[in-house]
């Protein structure tokens, strides 16, 4: 089975500073991580993936994650968040094959100005 | 990144009647397609992997005969909410997966369809 923890429904975070948003998971085998961003009344949006290689994995607008085999934890990271990246933002796990992602249960950041 | 299109946006329906969204790959050939349900402020809940060219799979607790799906081609899936009730009422999102491209291991979603039942 897989499963993904994301411990905080809710992160504030003033513009300019950096941020985070935590995931950890569970998964038997090599994982492949995401991360996806849903604006109000819209699809998801692909931020970035973790394969194999490299544990820092950059995505788009100016997104990072860093896997963490050992803490099993890819937390989502920007140096200067802005007004914008305000949203929802979905960890997600699975295992190599054609499988269905499971989600974590969604992060609401919220950039102050 | 590949594309997936999914229609209509929003919907409105009287209840007992029946609404049908469709998803829609329109870069890349989807032989599975995944169907979500959404509540506000909530995760999204895997209704069903529909599969081109056979029945779809339900998750447990999915009423396959209320939740019809249809996936006859390689960029069509279709997902027909029949008898709509007002406890039907939530946001739909379909997703799909480029299988023949190895190096793309992303799903790509739809933007959602937002259901209203009267």
């Known amino acids: 089975a897989q499963s993904v923890a994301q411990p905080e429904d809710q992160v504030n975070v003033a513009e300019g500073n950096p941020l985070t948003v935590k995931c950890t998971y569970s998964?038997?085998?090599?994982?492949?991580l995401f991360w996806y961003v849903q604006y109000p009344n819209r699809g998801l949006q692909f931020l970035l993936k973790y394969i194999t290689g490299d544990n820092l994995v950059k995505g788009s607008y100016g997104f990072e994650a860093e896997f963490n085999k050992s803490q099993t934890s890819f937390h989502l990271k920007k140096p200067s968040a802005l007004v914008s990246d305000s949203a929802l933002y979905f960890c997600?796990?699975?295992?190599?094959?054609?499988?269905?992602?499971?989600f974590g249960s969604g992060t609401q950041l919220t950039v102050l100005p | 990144g590949a594309v997936v299109s999914q229609h209509p946006s929003w919907v409105i329906c009287k209840s007992g009647t029946s609404v049908k969204i469709e998803c829609r790959s329109l870069d890349f050939q989807a032989t599975t397609m995944f169907w979500y349900r959404q509540f506000p402020k909530q995760s999204l809940m895997l209704m069903a992997t529909?599969?081109?060219?056979?029945?779809?799979?339900?998750e447990q607790g999915v009423e396959k005969d209320k939740f019809l799906i249809n996936h006859a081609s390689l960029t069509l899936s279709t997902l027909t909410v029949t008898s709509a009730h007002p406890e039907d009422s939530s946001f739909y999102i379909c997703s799909a997966r480029d299988l023949l491209r190895a190096n793309i291991i992303e799903a790509f979603f739809g933007q959602g369809t937002r259901l209203t039942v009267v």
């Open positions: 529909s599969n081109e060219g056979s029945k779809a799979t339900y």
């Open positions: 997600a796990v699975r295992v190599p094959g054609p499988r269905q992602l499971t």
């Open positions: 998964v038997s085998g090599n994982p492949y």
